[in-house]
C-alpha cells in the first residue's frame, strides 16, 4: 500500500473511512495511520503510525477535556474520572474493534501471527493515530466529531454513574493493596464486522 496521496482508495479504505465517519482528501494519511512499526521494519520507505498516534493522543485528550467540561456539571475529581473512563487503552482498543480497525491494520509477518490485530495496545494506538490523520485531513471540527460519535457514547450519562463507572481503577487500587501484580486485561472478538461478539478477561497474576 503505498504511503504517498492516493486518488483511487481500495474498498476496505472507503469501508473504514465510512465506519470512521470522515472522508479523508488525502487517503495516504489514513493509509499511514495503519501503518504499524512492524510493518514498516519490512517495508523500505514505508512511514509508521508513530506521529500519528502522537498527534491524535494530544487531540483525544482536548476534545474529551472540552466535552466533559461543558457537558458535566460536576467536581474536578469527577472530570478527571470522566475523562479516564475513555482515556485509555482498553476503552479506545474496544472503539477500534467496533470500527473493524484491527482488521485493516498493516502488520508485520511476526506481529500479524502473534495475532496483533486484537491487541489492546497496538488497536488503541491505532485508533489515535486515525484520529491524527483525521484532525490533519478535516480540521479541529472533524477530530471533535469523530470523538463525539465514537468515544463519547462509552461515557456515563449522569454524575451519579461516573463513581460506577470506573471499576478497572478500583481493581487496579485493590491489586496494589493486596500486593499482586496490575489487572492484564484481553480484549477478543469473532464473528461478521456488522455483528461481532466481543470477550473482555482480566488477568491478576496470571489467573482469571
Not at 56 to 71: E, N, P, S, T, Y
Not at 135 to 154: C, E, I, K
Amino acid at each position: 500500500m503505498s504511503q504517498s496521496a492516493s486518488t483511487q482508495p481500495s474498498a476496505g479504505l472507503i469501508e473504514l473511512s465510512e465506519r470512521i465517519g470522515h472522508d479523508f482528501a488525502d487517503w495516504s494519511l489514513l493509509e499511514r495511520a495503519l501503518a504499524h512499526r512492524s510493518w514498516c521494519a519490512e517495508t523500505p520507505g514505508a512511514i509508521s503510525n508513530e506521529r500519528l498516534e502522537f498527534l491524535g493522543d494530544a487531540v483525544l485528550g482536548w476534545v474529551i477535556a472540552d466535552i466533559v467540561f461543558h457537558r458535566y456539571p460536576v467536581a474536578e475529581g469527577q472530570l478527571t474520572d470522566l475523562r479516564k473512563s475513555v482515556v485509555n487503552a482498553i476503552a479506545l482498543a474496544e472503539v477500534a474493534q467496533e470500527i473493524g480497525l484491527g482488521n485493516h491494520l498493516l502488520l508485520g509477518r511476526g506481529e500479524a501471527a502473534a495475532g496483533g490485530a486484537d491487541k489492546p495496545s497496538i488497536l488503541s494506538d491505532a485508533f489515535e493515530a486515525v484520529l491524527g490523520a483525521v484532525y490533519l485531513d478535516g480540521g479541529a471540527d472533524a477530530a471533535f466529531s469523530m470523538v463525539d460519535r465514537l468515544v463519547v457514547p462509552r461515557m456515563p450519562d449522569s454524575a451519579d454513574a461516573i463513581g460506577q463507572f470506573d471499576q478497572k481503577t478500583e481493581l487496579q487500587e485493590l491489586c496494589a493493596r493486596l500486593g499482586k501484580g496490575a489487572p492484564v486485561y484481553e480484549v477478543s472478538s469473532h464473528g461478521p464486522d456488522h455483528a461481532k461478539t466481543f470477550r473482555a478477561m482480566v488477568f491478576v497474576d496470571g489467573e482469571v
